[in-house]
């Protein structure tokens, strides 16, 4: 006994049906295939996480509101990467350090 139909037009029609569905199955595999090289691609290439941050403001200018240190849960998004000296520049200048990280003990500034 079989599972597969017993004449030839219904046989050709599976056999249709089972090309039509290997071909999409080929093609999401190639699908996946590509975005696991763009993945490993942009790890790769990605650049390393800033050691620094400074957080800006929303209004005019940007102001420059806290110091962060790269990997601090606090930092907003408003954020961008700065400098060792770049950031303890800003401190110096009065930008508040971040109470949570500690920016200012990272670098070296004790207030």
């Known amino acids: 006994m079989s599972d597969l139909p017993p004449d030839l037009p219904r046989l050709r029609t ?3 049906w089972l090309a039509l569905a290997l071909a999409r199955v080929r093609e999401r595999i190639a699908d996946e ?3 696991e090289r763009e993945r490993r691609r942009g790890e790769r290439t990605r650049p390393p996480a800033a050691e620094w941050l400074i957080e800006t403001g929303i209004g005019e200018g940007h ?6 240190t790269g990997g601090c849960h606090m930092a907003g ?6 400098s060792r000296d770049a950031a303890a520049r ?18 070296g500034i004790h207030g």
């Open 33 to 35: 295939e590509r975005r």
């Open 14 to 16: 599976l056999e249709t």
């Open 90 to 107: 800003a401190v110096a200048e009065g930008v508040e350090a971040c109470s949570h990280c500690r920016a200012d003990t990272g670098l």
């Open 77 to 82: 998004k408003r954020v961008r990467g700065v």
């Open 63 to 68: 102001r420059a509101l806290y110091v962060h």
